[in-house]
């Protein structure tokens, strides 16, 4: 592979990913996980919530798990922060925040990402994503602060 082909391979990835944060911080899953292959895999080393897998695979269970979770939040006008190129044209590891607002309570959500995304096509064929459960359990409990 020559070096322009793996410079347009980056662009090309970085796009996808970009495409699909932005669509799932608008709340259109269906738009984000077309953009993920039908056999992708999804994992969290550290799941947001005890009742999260740690891994999810194929298309439509990971539309089903973000219709599921994320609609319970405001849009969440993901901000891509940094973006490492790796050897490899074909994974990069991004830095991301989120700034929304949980509905039930209204309190406000933000959290901090590391992604990593591997690529093959047009497709996100895995992504494995480290968040601060932490976070998301203190948001959550404001729910039933609001009870």
Same mark, same amino acid.
């Given at each position: 592979?020559?070096?322009?082909?793996?410079?347009?391979?980056?662009?090309?990835?970085?796009?996808?990913?970009?495409?699909?944060?932005?669509? *799932?911080? @608008?709340?259109?899953?269906?738009?984000?996980?077309? *953009?993920?292959?039908?056999?992708?895999?999804? $994992?969290?080393?550290?799941?947001?919530?005890?009742?999260?897998?740690?891994?999810?695979?194929?298309?439509?269970?990971?539309?089903?798990?973000?219709?599921?979770?994320?609609?319970?939040?405001?849009?969440?006008?993901?901000?891509?922060?940094?973006?490492? $190129? *790796?050897? $490899?044209?074909?994974?990069?590891?991004?830095?991301?925040? @989120?700034? @929304?607002?949980?509905?039930?309570?209204?309190?406000?959500?933000?959290?901090?990402? *590391?992604?990593?995304?591997r690529f093959e096509g047009e497709f996100v064929t895995h992504w494995r994503e480290y968040i601060d459960p932490v976070v998301v359990a203190?948001?959550?409990?404001?729910?039933?602060?609001?009870?």
């Open positions: 592979m020559s070096g322009d082909e793996i410079i347009q391979r980056r662009e090309r990835n970085r796009s996808i990913m970009t495409r699909v944060l932005e669509r *799932l911080g @608008s709340q259109d899953y269906v738009g984000a996980c077309a *953009l993920l292959s039908e056999d992708v895999v999804c $994992d969290w080393p550290y799941p947001p919530t005890p009742e999260t897998p740690t891994e999810i695979r194929g298309r439509g269970e990971m539309e089903s798990f973000f219709a599921g979770g994320m609609s319970a939040f405001e849009p969440y006008r993901y901000e891509i922060t940094r973006v490492f $190129d *790796l050897v $490899d044209p074909a994974v990069l590891i991004a830095e991301y925040e @989120s700034n @929304s607002r949980y509905k039930v309570s209204g309190a406000p959500y933000r959290n901090h990402y *590391l992604g990593i995304f203190e948001v959550l409990a404001t729910a039933e602060a609001e009870s």
